[in-house]
């Protein structure tokens, strides 16, 4: 138990530097000069990248004879290009201005593409990361129903706190000062903020992930799954494998799979876009206007309350969920919660149209509209402290009952994570277009989305079994 409450605070430091993408990126974006209705394909590249490295990650860990053991050495590689990314995201217009970009307002095209390829790398890093870390809790719990739900829950908690640390770093707008260097002729206040923000990730990641392999060792093993006796010319046995798995999978992954594919539908929108959100609709500013920053600011604010929920409720879900039967209807029960939270943007943002003077906005939103909107966010971290932790607790046991390597498992339950998010990140822009632009349209697809789960949670997804039967399933199967 020591080792499972020491492993995920790995999380935090991962955490911290998503919260600072989710909140700021999507405007840094656009500050570089890419539209909104672009500036969501930026974020394909992070389900391309899970798509691929999740599930070779997971391979490759799985069959790693290492003496460091079968996980640490993904996580520390993980860790190194994590640092490598943020520095190429935050310097990215400093770089681009070298380059030959120019000052004036307008497209920046070679900074967009230092930040993209430091997007990307961060995505298969951040990958790297998070695969072998659910890995390795899986692994420390032993198949124990009980302690793979507490180790879930814990790695949930500590997002929650990365979360809180990333979003208040966000939404604090003189951290630059920290670093007076930061601030340059090509990097405004806003992108030294998002710098320095930066050098704290980086900070906080390296210190957790050293502090985590120093005190959690593993065994080295020699040959933990079965090694292929042959690899046939041209071909990559990690994804033999997983087609392998695809194949054989059993009916419950599936259904679990589905119900995840459709609660991940459900949430990309809102996370890609809940800060632009609040700047454009709630607060009525243009990109690169005071009003807008202020209100990206105020999403920080809300999302960082958020955490604090997601949290709280990442512990309370372990309370919630300790009768297995009682599972699928937390998850159920919440995604209409989603449903009903998504589907209540429409009226915030009708209520702060309908409080702005016909000629434009010229100042905040009336407190009670600033109120509502923080409400939801927080309101929000109940369901997402379900989604961080039930489906990867159920697919580690539905996997050991199956007898699959817990990093496979993991990568394939992760399909259903990322191939939601490519179709948002692809459509959702064109979508908002369709009808006028805003942020809206996916909102009200998402709500769908997330009543479609629920309903999928309660009718077709099965309760996972107690730790006596699971125990015996584990004996049979032959369960490493």
Known sequence: MRKIILMPVIAAGVQFGWALQLSLLTPYVQLLGIPHAWAAIIWLCGPIS?????????????????????????????????????????FAADLGHAAGDSLEKGPKPRAIAIFVVGFWILDVA??????????????????NTRKTSTANALFSFFMAVGNVLGYAAGSYTHLYKIFPFSKTEACDLYCANLKSCFFISIALLLTMTVLALTIVCETATVAVLEQPTTIKKGKIPVFEELFDALKDLPRTMWILMMVTCLNWVAWFPFLLFDTDW????????????????????????????????????????QFLARRPRRVKKLWGMVNFLLAVCLAM????????????????????PPAGIKVGALA?????????????????????????????????????????????????????????????????????????????????????????????????????????
């Open 345 to 364: 943007t429409v009226l915030i943002t009708k209520l702060a149209e309908r409080g702005r003077p016909s000629t434009g906005a010229t100042e905040s």
């Open 126 to 143: 951040n990958n790297m990361l998070q695969g072998p870390c659910r890995a390795f809790l899986a692994d420390l719990s032993g198949g």
């Open 376 to 480: 939801l966010f927080a309101i929000l971290g109940i369901p997402l402290a379900v989604t961080y932790s039930i489906p990867f607790a159920l697919a580690s046991i539905f996997s050991s009952n199956s007898g699959s390597g817990q990093g496979l498992s993991l990568g394939v339950l992760n399909l259903a994570i990322v191939i939601p998010q490519m179709v948002v990140s692809v459509g959702s822009g064109p979508w908002d277009q369709l009808f006028g632009g805003g942020n809206l349209p996916a909102f009200v697809l998402a709500a769908v989305a997330a009543a479609v789960s629920g309903i999928l949670s309660l009718v077709m997804l099965p309760s996972p079994p107690d730790d006596v039967a699971a125990a015996k399933a584990m004996t049979v199967k032959g369960f490493h």
């Open 278 to 317: 609040m700047g454009k609709e709630v607060y009525g500013g243009k990109v690169g206007t005071k009003l807008y920053d202020q209100g990206v600011r105020a999403g920080a604010l809300g999302l960082m309350i958020n955490s604090i929920v997601l949290g709280f409720a990442s512990l309370g879900v």
């Open 50 to 90: 899970g798509l691929l490295v999740q599930p070779i990650v997971g391979y490759y860990s799985d069959h790693c004879t290492s003496r460091f053991g079968r996980r640490r050495p993904f996580i520390a590689a993980g860790a190194g290009l994590v640092a490598v990314a943020v520095f190429l995201i935050g």
